[in-house]
């Protein structure tokens, strides 16, 4: 997770408490640095969903799974997510408020001493669940909309789902719940984003996510509908001025980018070009501590079987079963040639990312992406759209030290 | 570490998601046991052997592959024996004063039909 605006407004942002990759929450620092180095834990803890988006990674289907966990399976593996030290869990599913006792795991969560944070379509939150979910512990909300009402509900095969989703939003900032927006950027969406912010900021909302498709899932299904590295910059780009013309305004909206960090060394660009050079390294240097992709590092995955995955995205393949041995014994366990090399990707990259000056900032973007587009789990992601000056440099550093 | 020997039955004929799932193993070089290396979703065992073959191809000289609903596991440290143990533990009470389901919420599910 990249955000836009700490990078280049010097935004004081609330997010900045938690590390910066960390799931869609924000909060005062308060995370050990032992807990900062493990995985914030996405928990699908449902298949089933109310809608049925067409980009869903987690190919949810308004039917209920077999084999989800019952309650004192799902305690039991929160119990496992706190005797590691997970810092972080976000309930995701499917759609997590399907299950009747979200607000019950939330608070076990909680006092747990893990931090509950929530990914929803945002449709299922009368008031009265969003103020159960406050108090149940629930510091954050992030809640799907991809695209002004018409396109959103096309894409989420529901009519009226737009709708509902700001009603739900609405609902979690009139009891005081910390809320964002996500929204999953595409070729048939792009055109809206902005228009989908301006609407929501007059809403009082002021934290916005922007992802990139990824390629698992029914994300798979529409590799075509992404949008092409050119138009990707473009959007990102977008972003950015949107960004600064909000703030400009005093107007100080949290924006933040998740998915393809060839969006960490676009912002350097960008801020060398719109603030000189003193400013891109500040970029380049705050990126650089943040650490690049985090596949299989700082974010980790469970589906609603159990099985883990190296990114939510990933679900094709997982690293173990939490029903077979706990969730912190297949984390730590590197004798996983996969798990091992995810971890020293360095090493293997090839292609333009082995050589590239932006590495360090973005750690080969996302594998998932290269193994769907290529078969090679090392080749370089499709949807790096830096250029290929950008990419090689001149042969200085890449942040130069203009203010020496 | 291990303080019982009793083992529960693992479930795990449900962790197709959706797609059937095969248990990988992975020998890197001779005199090496195989090595569990985790799970892949695949229809067939054919696929699941390329799908295997994309993430492990570079390191491994063998893959076995194997429907994980096929694996009969028993374990000491299943989640089933643990929310067990837990129960025992709470012995019925939670810790908790406040209820913890919300009226409201508990239905949420009646609410699927958008």
């Given at each position: 997770m990249i955000s836009i605006s700490k990078l280049l407004c010097d935004l004081d942002a609330e997010g900045d408490g938690?590390?910066?990759?960390?799931?869609?929450?924000?909060?005062?620092?308060?995370?050990?640095?032992?807990?900062?180095?493990?995985?914030?834990?996405?928990?699908?803890?449902?298949?089933?969903?109310?809608?049925?988006?067409?980009?869903?990674y987690a190919g949810a289907e308004t039917e209920a799974a077999t084999g989800e966990f019952t309650t004192a399976e799902a305690k039991s593996f929160l119990d496992q997510l706190a005797d590691f030290g997970a810092p972080v869990i976000?309930?995701?599913?499917?759609?997590?408020?399907?299950?009747?006792?979200l607000v019950e795991l939330?608070?076990?969560?909680?006092?747990?001493?893990?931090?509950?944070?929530?990914?929803?379509?945002?449709?299922?939150?009368?008031?009265?669940?969003?103020?159960?979910?406050?108090d149940a512990g629930l510091q954050y909300a992030g809640i799907s909309v991809d695209g002004l009402p018409e396109r959103n509900d096309r894409f989420r095969g529901e009519e009226g789902a737009f709708d509902a989703a700001v009603r739900g939003i609405e609902h979690c900032l009139e009891v005081g719940l910390k809320t964002g927006l996500r929204y999953t950027i595409t070729e048939a969406n792009a055109p809206d984003l902005e228009g989908v912010v301006d609407l929501?900021?007059?809403k009082g909302l002021d934290r916005f996510c922007f992802y990139h498709l990824d390629y698992g899932g029914r994300g798979a299904e529409i590799v075509d509908a992404d949008l092409s590295p050119q138009a990707k910059r473009e959007a990102i780009e977008q972003v950015a001025d949107l960004t600064l013309a909000y703030h400009d305004r005093g107007e100080e909206i949290e924006t933040l980018l998740v998915g393809n960090y060839a969006d960490a060394a676009f912002l350097v660009e960008y801020a060398r070009e719109t603030f000189g050079e003193a400013k891109a390294r500040a970029v380049y240097e705050h990126l650089e501590r943040n650490g690049g992709d985090p596949t299989g590092e700082r974010i980790a995955d469970v589906d609603y079987q159990g099985n883990v995955h190296p990114t939510q995205f990933w679900q094709?393949?997982?690293?173990?079963?939490?029903?077979?041995?706990?969730?912190?014994?297949?984390?730590?366990?590197?004798?996983?040639?996969?798990l091992e090399a995810l971890r020293n990707r360095e090493e293997h990259l090839r292609g333009k990312c082995a050589d590239c000056q932006y590495q360090s900032v973005c750690r080969g973007g996302s594998r998932l992406r290269a193994l769907a587009e290529t078969g090679d789990l090392f080749a370089p992601d499709p949807q790096c759209y830096l250029h290929e000056d950008e990419v090689r440099g001149e042969g200085g550093p890449v942040v130069g030290g203009a203010a020496d | 570490m291990?303080?019982?020997?009793?083992?529960?039955?693992?479930?795990?004929?449900?962790?197709?998601?959706?797609?059937?799932?095969?248990?990988?193993?992975?020998?890197?070089?001779?005199?090496?046991?195989m090595r569990h290396v985790g799970s892949v979703a695949a229809a067939s065992g054919?696929?699941?052997?390329?799908?295997?073959?994309?993430?492990?191809?570079?390191?491994?000289?063998d893959i076995w592959l194997c429907p994980a609903d096929e694996v009969e596991r028993?374990?000491?440290?299943?989640?089933?024996?643990?929310?067990?143990?837990?129960?025992?533990?709470?012995n019925g009470d939670d810790g908790s004063e406040e209820q913890r389901v919300y009226e409201e919420t508990a239905g949420a599910s009646e609410v699927n039909s958008l």
């Open positions: 938690l590390r910066y990759d960390a799931a869609d929450d924000s909060e005062k620092p308060q995370i050990t640095e032992e807990k900062q180095q493990r995985p914030v834990v996405v928990w699908n803890a449902t298949r089933r969903c109310n809608l049925y988006c067409s980009h869903c976000l309930f995701s599913g499917g759609e997590p408020l399907v299950r009747d006792d939330v608070s076990y969560a909680a006092d747990r001493g893990l931090r509950p944070v929530l990914s929803s379509n945002g449709t299922l939150i009368t008031r009265e669940t969003a103020a159960a979910l406050r929501l900021v007059e094709g393949y997982s690293l173990g079963n939490v029903r077979d041995r706990p969730f912190g014994e297949i984390w730590d366990d590197e004798l996983n040639p996969l | 291990v303080e019982k020997a009793r083992r529960s039955a693992v479930e795990s004929d449900e962790r197709g998601n959706p797609t059937r799932q095969w248990e990988v193993f992975v020998r890197n070089e001779e005199g090496d046991p054919s696929e699941a052997h390329e799908h295997a073959s994309r993430l492990f191809g570079w390191y491994a000289a028993y374990s000491t440290r299943g989640l089933v024996d643990t929310a067990q143990e837990r129960s025992d533990d709470d």
